[in-house]
T-cell receptor, first 114, second 111 residues
Framework: ETGVTQTPRHLVMGMTNKKSLKCEQH?????MYWYKQSAKKPLELMFV???????ENNSVPSRFSPECPNSSHLFLHLHTLQPEDSALYLC?????????????FGSGTQLSVL | GQQVMQIPQYQHVQEGEDFTTYCNSS?????IQWYKQRPGGHPVFLIQ?????EVKKQKRLTFQFGEAKKNSSLHITATQTTDVGTYFC???????????FGKGTRLSVIA
């Protein structure tokens, strides 16, 4: 266990559904991240939160909406997704929002959009 | 955006053979991290290199950072089946910028 817990592990949804991914870290870290991992592509950073404030948003479509209610919890709200959004969504945390900090990843949510 | 090249994309080795993956950038790097992802798993941090020419070892794994801080390598001596997985480099270019991940090298070890 890395101290970062993601739920659900697997999710199948239709293009008109609304769902949310949840991430919780038990490490006392101040920064949390959402990454997308697709086949044949590098890990793509989607969002970064530092002390509950969004500090990075890499041109992600508005159908992905993050929420960070406190430094231990991070959500990714999904609505009207497309089939090409099918991927492994990984949450990560680090001690601080600093490029020298190592990332602790959760086990991910494998998302399939039909 | 800036990209980092990682080669090879795939590597199949016999158990006991050595393995090396390379990470190359056209721009000077601030630091580099290496991660390992087992099949069906998530990336796990292995090491961070910061200084020019730095070499670090973890048992059978040797990590190097080039003198010009534009490339790095991960070498595994005498591979074992437990080494199977995808090895990613992740780099930062300057200051407090996000990590940029390479596409990874997928290692298969044949017993």
């Amino acid at each position: 266990e890395t101290g970062v817990t993601q739920t659900p592990r697997h999710l199948v949804m239709g293009m008109t559904n609304k769902k949310s991914l949840k991430c919780e870290q038990h490490l006392g870290h101040n920064a949390m991240y959402w990454y997308k991992q697709s086949a044949k592509k590098p890990l793509e950073l989607m969002f970064v939160y530092s002390l509950e404030e969004r500090v990075e948003n890499n041109s992600v479509p508005s159908r992905f909406s993050p929420e960070c209610p406190n430094s231990s919890h991070l959500f990714l709200h999904l609505h009207t997704l497309q089939p090409e959004d099918s991927a492994l969504y990984l949450c990560a945390s680090s001690q601080s929002w600093d490029s020298n900090e190592k990332l602790f990843f959760g086990s991910g949510t494998q998302l399939s959009v039909l | 955006g800036q990209q980092v090249m990682q080669i090879p994309q795939y590597q199949h080795v016999q158990e006991g053979e050595d393995f090396t993956t390379y990470c190359n950038s056209s721009t000077t790097l601030s630091n580099i991290q290496w991660y390992k992802q087992r099949p069906g798993g998530h990336p796990v941090f292995l090491i961070q290199l910061v200084k020019s020419g730095e070499v670090k070892k973890q048992k059978r794994l040797t990590f190097q950072f080039g003198e010009a801080k534009k490339n790095s390598s991960l070498h595994i001596t005498a591979t074992q089946t437990t080494d199977v997985g995808t090895y990613f480099c992740a780099v930062t270019y300057s200051g407090n910028t996000p990590l940029v991940f390479g596409k990874g090298t997928r290692l298969s070890v044949i017993a």
